[in-house]
Structures are given as structure tokens and as C-alpha cells.
């Protein structure tokens, strides 16, 4: 059965490890995270970006893979579908209409009155429904789903005031991650993370979780960081496995087997996030 985040994310919370928000590319990606977090017995979220959708068919094609897959699988963990960075009211109420169970609303390129409008409509119509809903301040820069921005830092101030006037159920502020690999060292501010999440009843979501060191995850989670969100991590190990596959097997042909070579490298990859994120049931 799908659930929204709430539950899971504020278990997560409280007992101070992350939850692993893996991006969905296609039925095989979705296949093989389902069967590890299951064989691992960790909640997850299956994040589901605007041009994911798109390539998949559209919000209902994956709600019904997703539930068709956990139906066949027997899958007894608790299992998020959302929206990751919905750029728009409409693509977020699409998404819900066919089943998604959260959505992140990303106004965070308006201005802070123009997020807060935008995002509290989003959550008028999610919350009558059962969805969770997670809002960005600030903004995560790098790349995602090939366009590249730059970052705002998030504050405070524009943080309470975003949870103060919507009712979201996350929060994503911008403190230093990008999505992509980084370019150097990131340098996430730890200090402002802290004092967001002394201050906020809700549980905090940290983007751009590829390439980020251990020790600075750790720190992260620690500081209130109850989401992580993987998505370019996956796809490295995965066509990292498949050229070295095509290169020694030129003659197969058969797309099962090759997309299938780098089944291996994604589900080592989940069980290595799980330990680090220390996401528990």
C-alpha cells in the first residue's frame, strides 16, 4: 500500500537517521529499489521528477507500475510516490489525481509571497486527499533533469514564514547542496541547518545528496536532515555497470539483459545509503 511521507518522515525525525528518497527512471529501477529496501525492511520514497514522468508515460502510467510492481513483489514496507520539484499547481494536482501519495511544489524561483501562494494552494488540495507535501526556500542549484541553476541560500526567517503560512509537512531549505556531481568540495551550512530544524516542527529534506562525503551526511542528519535525495548516485553506478557489461558481451542484444547487467551495482549502492542514512522501519 502507498503512503505519504508524514509518518516515516517524523519517525525519522525523532529518531535522528534519514529517509532514502530514490529517483525513478524506469519499471526496472523501480523494480529493483522496491526488492531491496523490502529485503532491507527500510521505508522509501520513490521521487518522481516532471521529466521522469514524461518519459514513463505520464503520473498514471507510474502510479499503476508502481502498484502493479508492489502487488507482484509482495511488498510489505512502507512505500512513498512523489513528486519530485513540481514546478507548477497543475502538475502537482495531475500527479494526486492519478494516485501520487506526496508532492514537492518547487515556487522557490518566485518570490518568498509568490511561494507561499503557490504553496499553500498545493496544500489545500493535497491535504484534503491524504497527500504530504514538501516546499523548497532558497534554492538547490546544479543540474536536474538537464537545466542548470544557481543557488540561494535559505534563512530563518523566510523558513518559518513559508511553514507558518502554508502547513506544509517537509521543508527543503537551500544550504549549500546542488543536484548533480559537485564541482569541489560542497559546503553545506551545518549551523543554519541546525538552528532551522530547532525551529521548525517538521522534518527537513537535504537535495542533491550525490557526491555529498560520509562524514558530512552524517553531519547533516544529525543537524535535522530527515530526507535525503538520491537520484545521479544511481544512475553513475548503474551505466557504470552496463558499458563494462556491453564491452565484454559485444554480441548480446537482448535489452533485458542489458539494462538487468546493472542490477547489482544499484542494489549494493541502496544497501550502502541505507547503512549510511541508518534508516531503520
Known sequence: MLVNFNEMLMNAKKG?????????????????????????????????????????????AVTGMVKGLMKDLNITIPVCLHVDHGSSKET???????GFTSVMIDASRHELDENIKITKEVVAYAHER???????????GGTEDNITSSATNATLEDCLTLYNNTGIDSLAP???SVHGFYKGEPNLDF?????INENLPIPLVLHGGTGIPDDKIKKAISCGISKININTDLQSVWSKAVRKFLEENKEVYDPRKIIGSGEKAIKDRIEEIVTLFGTKR
Open 92 to 98: 502537482c494536482i495531475k500527479a494526486i489525481d492519478a
Open 16 to 60: 535522528k537517521y534519514a529517509v532514502p528518497h530514490l529517483n525513478i527512471n524506469n519499471l526496472e529501477w523501480t523494480k529493483y529499489i522496491l526488492e531491496k529496501c523490502n529485503e532491507l525492511n527500510v521505508p522509501v520514497i520513490l521521487g518522481v521528477s516532471e521529466g521522469a514522468a514524461k518519459y514513463m508515460g505520464g503520473y498514471n
Open 191 to 195: 549551523e543554519t541547518m541546525e538552528i
Open 174 to 176: 537551500a544550504l549549500g
Open 130 to 140: 491524504g497527500v504530504s507535501v514538501e516546499a523548497e526556500v532558497g534554492h538547490i
